[in-house]
């Protein structure tokens, strides 16, 4: 019998993974009716290929590391120059100026909201309800204190700091736009986090893994308003921006001028990383660099209209259908109420049972969740036309 212990912050977190109790109820319906077809709107994975200038860098890389005289073994713990420059170079697009140093290259933005929690002590964290899972788990697997910011219609999913948030030295996660109800902070209302930050000496930690998606004036950045390099870190990915789910590529901007306990959080992300990273693929990085060249953001935004055609297509559905929704615009993702008020799950079931379209339940996302639902944009086109056409059928 083992007498270790085990990290017992793991009892607090839901045993498992909201995408994992969908699989399993997807896994046993298709079982039972294995002829029926089943469309999946729920999952946030891309489903069009690569852009042909990453195929094309990617492939040149891949005979660059068959020749003795090119190859590469690890690669640098924060990505090669040329990739934090071409990072640098992409957030000039925005009017933001970085140095490269301040820009910590890895695979993957929900590797890096995990393990920033390492660098941080016993602070009061805040997180928006409903939000991408992944910052509550992890801050619950360190036995962190959370407390959430309720985002809801009356508030148009988009949480501001109020007169509740007495204390000091919190850690604030920001989504926008927001995984999973599409909304996104315009610049004065990040003003307001922001100014809160430095009122507080606070800290937050801003997802822009969407930021591809944005149309009209919402920041790309958060370093597009304002004080942000005094308190703010960002976390983006080309997952969603240029089809890199399989492929893996983020990033963390770390602001150089940002210090804490006496120490900059940029020589302590770096030290976890050389210490815990061994870096991303000579390949990969070169697919990214294109990625973000001035031709690969052309083609990569191409990618981003099809998919926001799809997000069109349902929005027009649910327009139709009277039914509330929000996102879809800036977003690959709809927020809607459940038609009849019904539950979260008890209309993921509806739709499976009746016309095998699966979509997430908000309350995966958290409490707020509750009575929503999220569809997404990424799938096929005629998969998405189908669903839809379905979806006119029955609700
Ligand atoms: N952040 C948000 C808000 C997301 O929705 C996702 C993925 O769905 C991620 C981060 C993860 O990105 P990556 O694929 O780079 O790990």
Not at 167 to 186: D, H, K
Not at 282 to 311: I, P
Not at 364 to 384: I, M, N, P, V
Request: proline residues 5%; negative net charge.
């Amino acid at each position: 019998m083992m007498k270790i212990k085990i990290n017992e912050n793991f009892k607090k977190i839901k045993p498992s993974y909201l995408f994992s109790d969908i699989g399993k109820k997807v896994r046993t319906f298709s079982s039972a009716h294995p002829d029926l077809k089943i469309i999946r709107l729920g999952i946030g994975d891309v489903t069009l290929p690569l852009s042909p200038c990453v195929i094309d860098a990617m492939t040149k890389a891949v005979a660059e590391m068959g020749e003795k005289s090119s190859f590469r073994g690890y690669a640098p713990e924060y990505g090669y120059d040329f990739l934090r420059e071409a990072i640098a170079r992409h957030y000039e697009r925005f009017g933001v100026s970085l140095s490269p140093e301040e820009i910590f290259v890895s695979d993957g933005a929900k590797s890096d909201l995990g393990n920033l929690v390492d660098i941080f002590g016993d602070n009061e964290i805040l997180i928006p309800d409903p939000v991408y899972p992944v910052y509550l788990d992890s801050n619950l697997m360190s036995g962190r204190r959370v407390r959430f910011l309720a985002a809801n219609a009356e508030n148009g999913f988009l949480p501001l700091p109020d007169e509740s948030l007495t204390g000091e030295g919190y850690i604030i996660y920001l989504c926008s736009p927001n995984n999973p109800t599409g909304a996104a902070y315009e610049k004065n209302e990040l003003a307001e986090w922001i100014s809160f930050a430095i009122k507080t000496g606070s800290l937050i930690i801003y997802d822009s893994a969407y930021e591809a998606y944005i149309q009209g004036s919402a920041p790309h950045s958060i370093y597009e308003v304002e004080g942000a390099k005094e308190c703010a870190i960002e976390v983006c990915s080309l997952s969603k921006t240029a089809g890199f789910t399989g492929t893996r590529c983020a990033w963390t901007v770390v602001p150089a001028g940002i210090t804490a306990g006496g120490l900059s959080l940029s020589a302590l992300w770096a030290r976890r990383q050389a210490t815990k990273y061994n870096g991303l693929p000579y390949v990969v990085q070169r697919g990214a660099e294109a990625a973000l060249s001035d031709e690969g953001r052309k083609q990569c935004m191409s990618l981003v209209a099809y998919y926001m055609e799809n997000a069109a297509l349902i929005a027009d559905l649910l327009k139709k259908k009277g039914i509330w929704f929000t996102g879809g615009r800036s977003s690959p993702y709809l927020w809607l109420k459940c038609p009849g008020g019904m539950g979260s799950w008890a209309f993921f079931d509806y739709l499976l049972e009746n016309i095998q379209v699966v979509g997430t339940p908000g309350e995966g996302f958290g409490e707020e969740g509750k009575g929503y639902f999220r569809l997404t944009a990424f799938g096929s086109r005629e998969d998405t036309e189908e669903a839809v056409h379905r979806m006119e059928a029955l609700l």
